[in-house]
C-alpha cells in the first residue's frame, strides 16, 4: 500500500516541527538571505523573486501568526452550515491582507530605526533585521499556537485547497467550466511569464556617476556645507571627495584637481592660469562608491580662483578642461600671499609674469 510522500521530512529536524506556514516563512527567510547575500546567487533574478516577499509579505505574515494564533472559530447554523467568523481568531483572507498591511508598515519602520544607528540604510543591515524580526515573530507565533488545544490553532489548509483544486480543473461538471478552466491555466501561464520576463530582464534605470565634495564638521560628521573661502599659499586644506558608480558597469575613473584663474565675461568662461593640484584613479563596480581624505596647498595666488574636479572615465586627455570632462565640480575661493620669513627672501610668479622679490 503506497503512501502519500510527505514534503516537510525534506526540511531539518528543527523547522520540521513548525506547523507548516510558520515553516514556510523559516525557509523563505533563509532563501531570501542566501539568494541576497552570497555574491553569484545575488545577480540572478532569484533575488528579486524572494525579496519582493521577503520584504511585503513575510514580516507581517509572521507578525500577524504571533498576535492571532488561534483559528477563525465557525459558527454554524440550525443546518449545520457555515455562517462565518467569529471572535477569537481571523479566517485565511483577513489574515493575508493584515499580513501585506504590516509588511508595508514593518519594513520602512525598520529602516527608519537603522537610519539612526552607525550600519545606516544598507542592504546588509535590512536585510539582517527583518530576517531578525521575522524569526523572532516566527518562535513567538510557533510557541503560542502550541500552547493552544489542537482543534483551535490556526492551520492552512492546503491539502484542502490542493484537492478542490484538482477536483475543479481535472473534473469539470461541465463543458463550460472546462474551457473556462483552460482559459484560467493560459491567463496563469500568460501572467508568470510576464513576471518572470519583467524579472528576468528588468529596465536599466539612468546611468551616470556622481561626483561631490564634502566637509567634516566639528562632530567629526561628513557634510556637504562650511567649504573653505579663503585660503593661504603652501598652506595645506582638508577636503573630501566623493565618487558613485550608477552606470550599471565597472568603471576606471580618473579625477583631475586643478586651481584656476578664470575670467568671465558674456556669459563665457576663459582659463587664464592653471595649477595642477592632484590626479586620482579609481575602480568601482556598479552601485559602489568612493571617498578621499585630501589636502590641498595651492601655490596659485589672487581672488575667486575657480578650485576645479573634472572626473573622466578612463584616463584623462593631455590638456583637462571644463568642457572635455564626463563630470564637473568645483569652489570658488580666495588665496592669499603666505607671509614671507623676514631672513629668507624669495620671489613668486604674478599673473603677468612679472617676477617680485621681497
Do not use: C
Amino acid at each position: 500500500m503506497s503512501r502519500e510522500f510527505d514534503w516537510r521530512l525534506l526540511l531539518p529536524a528543527g523547522i520540521r516541527t513548525l506547523p507548516a506556514d510558520l515553516a514556510a516563512i523559516v525557509m523563505v527567510v533563509l532563501a531570501t538571505g542566501i539568494a541576497v547575500l552570497f555574491p553569484v546567487i545575488s545577480e540572478t533574478p532569484l533575488r528579486i523573486a524572494l525579496g519582493l516577499p521577503f520584504v511585503l509579505f513575510i514580516p507581517g505574515y509572521a507578525f500577524i501568526a504571533a498576535l492571532f494564533p488561534e483559528a477563525g472559530e465557525v459558527t454554524p447554523d440550525s443546518d449545520g452550515e457555515k455562517l462565518g467568523i467569529t471572535e477569537g481568531g481571523i479566517d485565511g483572507i483577513e489574515r493575508v491582507a493584515l499580513s501585506f498591511g504590516t509588511s508595508i508598515a514593518i519594513s520602512p519602520l525598520i529602516g527608519l530605526i537603522l537610519n539612526f544607528t552607525p550600519w545606516g540604510i544598507r542592504l546588509v543591515p535590512i536585510v539582517i533585521s527583518l530576517s531578525g524580526f521575522t524569526l523572532i515573530s516566527t518562535i513567538v507565533a510557533a510557541k503560542r499556537r502550541q500552547a493552544l488545544p489542537p482543534e483551535e490553532q490556526f492551520s492552512v489548509p492546503y491539502r484542502e485547497w490542493i484537492a478542490s483544486a484538482r477536483v475543479e480543473l481535472l473534473e469539470p461538471d461541465t463543458k463550460t467550466d472546462a474551457a473556462l478552466n483552460v482559459l484560467l491555466a493560459i491567463s496563469v501561464m500568460l501572467a508568470v511569464t510576464s513576471v518572470g520576463y519583467a524579472v528576468a530582464v528588468p529596465k536599466e534605470g539612468e546611468s551616470f556617476s556622481e561626483l561631490y565634495l564634502l566637509t567634516e564638521n566639528d562632530d567629526g560628521e561628513l557634510v556637504a556645507d562650511n567649504y573653505p573661502a579663503n585660503l593661504t599659499q603652501g598652506e595645506p586644506t582638508s577636503l573630501y571627495v566623493g565618487i558613485g558608480n550608477q552606470e550599471h558597469e565597472p568603471v576606471n575613473y580618473s579625477l583631475v584637481v586643478e586651481l584656476q584663474r578664470v575670467s568671465v565675461s558674456n556669459n563665457s568662461t576663459t582659463v587664464l592660469e592653471e595649477e595642477r593640484l592632484h590626479q586620482f584613479e579609481t575602480h568601482l563596480e556598479h552601485n559602489e562608491s568612493w571617498q578621499l581624505n585630501h589636502t590641498i596647498q595651492p601655490q596659485l595666488t589672487g581672488e575667486r580662483l575657480r578650485l576645479t574636479y573634472l572626473l573622466y572615465k578612463s584616463e584623462p586627455p593631455a590638456e583637462p578642461t571644463v568642457e572635455n570632462a564626463y563630470r564637473e565640480a568645483h569652489l570658488w575661493v580666495n588665496v592669499s600671499r603666505s607671509q614671507p620669513n623676514r631672513e629668507n627672501r624669495s620671489s613668486v610668479s604674478v599673473g603677468d609674469g612679472i617676477e617680485t622679490d621681497f
